[in-house]
Protein backbone atom coordinates (compact mmCIF):
# COMPACT_ATOMS: atom_id res chain seq x y z
CA UNK A 1 0.00 0.00 0.00
CA UNK A 2 1.53 3.24 -0.85
CA UNK A 3 1.15 5.95 1.72
CA UNK A 4 2.11 10.09 2.08
CA UNK A 5 3.16 11.34 5.03
CA UNK A 6 2.93 15.13 5.77
CA UNK A 7 5.48 17.08 8.58
CA UNK A 8 4.19 19.04 9.66
CA UNK A 9 0.29 18.53 10.47
CA UNK A 10 0.42 22.39 11.83
CA UNK A 11 2.10 24.99 11.98
CA UNK A 12 1.48 28.65 12.87
CA UNK A 13 3.98 31.17 11.99
CA UNK A 14 4.45 35.14 11.60
CA UNK A 15 4.52 37.23 8.50
CA UNK A 16 7.59 37.26 7.04
CA UNK A 17 9.16 34.22 8.28
CA UNK A 18 10.42 30.97 5.84
CA UNK A 19 8.93 27.34 6.45
CA UNK A 20 9.13 24.01 4.71
CA UNK A 21 6.94 21.90 4.28
CA UNK A 22 7.78 17.97 3.58
CA UNK A 23 5.92 15.12 2.29
CA UNK A 24 7.42 11.45 2.47
CA UNK A 25 6.81 7.99 1.32
CA UNK A 26 8.48 4.62 1.18
CA UNK A 27 6.75 4.53 -2.44
CA UNK A 28 8.31 5.68 -6.09
CA UNK A 29 5.54 7.63 -7.78
CA UNK A 30 6.16 8.46 -11.00
CA UNK A 31 4.43 12.15 -10.60
CA UNK A 32 3.63 14.30 -7.74
CA UNK A 33 1.10 17.10 -6.81
CA UNK A 34 0.82 19.51 -4.36
CA UNK A 35 -2.82 21.58 -3.59
CA UNK A 36 -3.90 24.40 -1.33
CA UNK A 37 -7.01 24.15 0.08
CA UNK A 38 -8.67 27.49 1.71
CA UNK A 39 -11.68 27.02 4.29
CA UNK A 40 -14.90 25.89 2.68
CA UNK A 41 -13.55 25.28 -0.30
CA UNK A 42 -11.98 21.74 -2.03
CA UNK A 43 -8.09 21.82 -3.10
CA UNK A 44 -7.00 23.99 -5.85
CA UNK A 45 -3.52 22.48 -7.88
CA UNK A 46 -0.41 24.02 -7.27
CA UNK A 47 2.04 22.32 -9.26
CA UNK A 48 3.06 18.97 -10.61
CA UNK A 49 6.69 17.68 -10.50
CA UNK A 50 7.50 14.63 -12.48
CA UNK A 51 11.33 14.41 -12.52
CA UNK A 52 13.05 13.31 -9.76
CA UNK A 53 15.73 16.19 -8.56
CA UNK A 54 13.25 18.44 -10.14
CA UNK A 55 12.57 22.10 -9.07
CA UNK A 56 10.18 24.57 -9.72
CA UNK A 57 8.59 27.71 -8.04
CA UNK A 58 5.74 29.72 -8.09
CA UNK A 59 6.44 33.22 -7.00
CA UNK A 60 7.59 32.77 -3.48
CA UNK A 61 6.74 29.08 -3.20
CA UNK A 62 9.32 26.35 -4.02
CA UNK A 63 8.55 22.83 -4.40
CA UNK A 64 11.05 20.06 -4.99
CA UNK A 65 10.55 16.28 -6.14
CA UNK A 66 13.06 13.85 -4.47
CA UNK A 67 16.09 12.22 -6.50
CA UNK A 68 14.46 8.87 -5.54
CA UNK A 69 11.09 10.35 -6.30
CA UNK A 70 10.15 9.34 -2.97
CA UNK A 71 10.02 12.67 -0.95
CA UNK A 72 8.90 16.14 -2.17
CA UNK A 73 9.20 19.68 0.22
CA UNK A 74 7.54 22.63 -0.87
CA UNK A 75 9.26 26.26 1.04
CA UNK A 76 7.80 29.02 1.04
CA UNK A 77 10.15 32.48 1.20
CA UNK A 78 8.32 35.24 3.41
CA UNK A 79 4.97 34.00 4.19
CA UNK A 80 2.07 35.83 3.92
CA UNK A 81 -1.20 35.91 5.30
CA UNK A 82 -2.59 35.15 2.26
CA UNK A 83 -0.32 31.80 2.22
CA UNK A 84 -2.87 30.20 4.88
CA UNK A 85 -4.49 27.03 3.92
CA UNK A 86 -4.06 23.50 4.23
CA UNK A 87 -1.43 21.91 2.36
CA UNK A 88 -1.63 18.35 0.57
CA UNK A 89 0.25 16.52 -1.52
CA UNK A 90 -0.53 13.76 -3.63
CA UNK A 91 1.42 11.17 -5.52
CA UNK A 92 0.13 9.84 -8.83
CA UNK A 93 -1.52 6.01 -8.19
CA UNK A 94 -3.77 3.88 -10.87
CA UNK A 95 -6.42 5.94 -11.59
CA UNK A 96 -6.55 7.97 -8.68
CA UNK A 97 -4.04 9.85 -6.53
CA UNK A 98 -2.43 9.17 -2.73
CA UNK A 99 -3.05 11.92 -0.75
CA UNK A 100 -0.91 12.85 2.13
CA UNK A 101 -3.27 14.19 5.26
CA UNK A 102 -2.09 17.85 4.84
CA UNK A 103 -0.62 20.64 6.49
CA UNK A 104 -2.18 23.30 8.40
CA UNK A 105 -0.41 26.47 8.08
CA UNK A 106 -1.42 30.03 9.49
CA UNK A 107 0.22 32.97 8.59
CA UNK A 108 -0.26 35.63 11.51
CA UNK A 109 -0.03 39.12 10.55
CA UNK B 1 -17.55 27.53 -17.01
CA UNK B 2 -19.05 26.68 -13.40
CA UNK B 3 -16.22 23.53 -13.06
CA UNK B 4 -17.74 21.04 -10.18
CA UNK B 5 -20.36 21.90 -8.23
CA UNK B 6 -22.27 20.17 -5.98
CA UNK B 7 -25.94 19.83 -4.27
CA UNK B 8 -27.00 20.59 -1.47
CA UNK B 9 -23.93 22.50 0.54
CA UNK B 10 -25.04 21.69 3.84
CA UNK B 11 -27.09 18.74 4.96
CA UNK B 12 -28.40 17.35 8.79
CA UNK B 13 -29.62 14.03 8.67
CA UNK B 14 -31.00 11.61 11.27
CA UNK B 15 -29.63 8.48 11.38
CA UNK B 16 -31.30 5.82 9.28
CA UNK B 17 -32.32 8.37 6.73
CA UNK B 18 -31.27 8.37 3.12
CA UNK B 19 -29.98 10.83 0.86
CA UNK B 20 -28.11 11.81 -2.36
CA UNK B 21 -25.42 14.22 -3.30
CA UNK B 22 -25.07 15.10 -6.76
CA UNK B 23 -22.38 16.47 -8.72
CA UNK B 24 -21.66 17.77 -11.97
CA UNK B 25 -18.83 19.33 -13.97
CA UNK B 26 -19.21 20.83 -17.31
CA UNK B 27 -15.86 20.36 -18.42
CA UNK B 28 -16.04 17.02 -20.59
CA UNK B 29 -14.02 15.09 -18.49
CA UNK B 30 -13.88 11.08 -18.03
CA UNK B 31 -12.83 10.79 -14.44
CA UNK B 32 -14.92 11.22 -11.69
CA UNK B 33 -14.26 11.02 -7.78
CA UNK B 34 -15.98 11.30 -4.66
CA UNK B 35 -14.07 11.41 -0.84
CA UNK B 36 -14.60 12.74 2.41
CA UNK B 37 -12.46 14.52 4.32
CA UNK B 38 -12.39 14.23 7.82
CA UNK B 39 -9.54 16.87 10.55
CA UNK B 40 -6.38 15.33 10.31
CA UNK B 41 -6.93 12.62 7.67
CA UNK B 42 -6.69 14.28 4.50
CA UNK B 43 -8.51 13.05 1.71
CA UNK B 44 -10.00 9.64 1.48
CA UNK B 45 -11.34 7.98 -1.78
CA UNK B 46 -14.60 6.61 -1.43
CA UNK B 47 -15.72 5.73 -4.93
CA UNK B 48 -14.63 6.88 -8.37
CA UNK B 49 -15.75 6.47 -11.74
CA UNK B 50 -13.64 6.14 -15.40
CA UNK B 51 -16.53 6.88 -17.54
CA UNK B 52 -19.90 6.59 -18.12
CA UNK B 53 -22.12 3.54 -17.05
CA UNK B 54 -18.53 2.58 -15.11
CA UNK B 55 -18.10 3.41 -11.46
CA UNK B 56 -15.12 1.14 -8.84
CA UNK B 57 -14.52 1.29 -4.99
CA UNK B 58 -12.02 2.89 -3.61
CA UNK B 59 -10.51 3.30 0.23
CA UNK B 60 -13.76 3.50 2.22
CA UNK B 61 -16.37 2.28 0.17
CA UNK B 62 -18.95 1.07 3.30
CA UNK B 63 -22.47 2.37 3.38
CA UNK B 64 -22.11 4.41 0.01
CA UNK B 65 -23.42 3.51 -3.01
CA UNK B 66 -22.63 5.71 -6.54
CA UNK B 67 -24.13 6.25 -10.17
CA UNK B 68 -22.95 7.74 -13.14
CA UNK B 69 -25.53 7.81 -15.68
CA UNK B 70 -24.66 10.42 -17.46
CA UNK B 71 -20.97 12.03 -17.82
CA UNK B 72 -21.75 14.99 -16.36
CA UNK B 73 -22.87 13.60 -13.36
CA UNK B 74 -21.68 11.50 -10.69
CA UNK B 75 -24.15 10.60 -7.70
CA UNK B 76 -23.23 9.63 -4.15
CA UNK B 77 -26.01 7.59 -2.17
CA UNK B 78 -26.10 7.19 1.56
CA UNK B 79 -29.20 4.55 2.22
CA UNK B 80 -29.05 4.64 5.80
CA UNK B 81 -26.73 7.36 7.41
CA UNK B 82 -24.75 6.84 10.63
CA UNK B 83 -22.78 8.91 12.79
CA UNK B 84 -19.64 8.07 11.47
CA UNK B 85 -20.33 9.44 8.19
CA UNK B 86 -20.78 12.86 9.62
CA UNK B 87 -17.82 14.71 7.20
CA UNK B 88 -17.19 16.98 4.45
CA UNK B 89 -17.41 15.39 0.89
CA UNK B 90 -15.87 17.00 -1.95
CA UNK B 91 -16.72 15.51 -5.45
CA UNK B 92 -13.49 16.15 -8.73
CA UNK B 93 -12.78 15.15 -11.86
CA UNK B 94 -10.64 15.32 -14.27
CA UNK B 95 -9.36 14.59 -17.93
CA UNK B 96 -8.47 11.09 -19.60
CA UNK B 97 -5.07 10.61 -19.98
CA UNK B 98 -1.66 9.03 -18.82
CA UNK B 99 -0.80 12.52 -17.59
CA UNK B 100 -4.05 14.56 -16.69
CA UNK B 101 -4.02 14.39 -13.47
CA UNK B 102 -4.60 17.09 -11.96
CA UNK B 103 -8.38 16.68 -10.01
CA UNK B 104 -10.83 19.71 -10.14
CA UNK B 105 -12.78 19.99 -6.86
CA UNK B 106 -16.27 21.03 -6.13
CA UNK B 107 -16.64 23.53 -3.18
CA UNK B 108 -17.93 20.32 -0.84
CA UNK B 109 -20.68 19.36 1.36
CA UNK B 110 -21.02 19.36 4.91
CA UNK B 111 -23.19 16.35 6.41
CA UNK B 112 -23.95 15.98 10.06
CA UNK B 113 -25.39 13.08 10.96
CA UNK B 114 -27.19 13.19 14.40
Known amino acids: TQLLEQSPQFLSIQEGENLTVYCNSS?????LQWYRQEPGEGPVLLVT???GGEVKKLKRLTFQFGDARKDSSLHITAAQPGDTGLYLC?????????WGAGTKLIIKP | NAGVTQTPKFRVLKTGQSMTLLCAQD?????MYWYRQDPGMGLRLIHY???????AKGEVPDGYNVSRLKKQNFLLGLESAAPSQTSVYFC?????????????FGPGTRLTVT
Open chain 2, 92 to 104: ASRKWGPSSYEQY
Open chain 2, 27 to 31: MNHEY
Open chain 2, 49 to 55: SVGEGTT
Open chain 1, 27 to 31: SVFSS
Open chain 1, 49 to 51: VVT
Open chain 1, 90 to 98: AGKGNYQLI
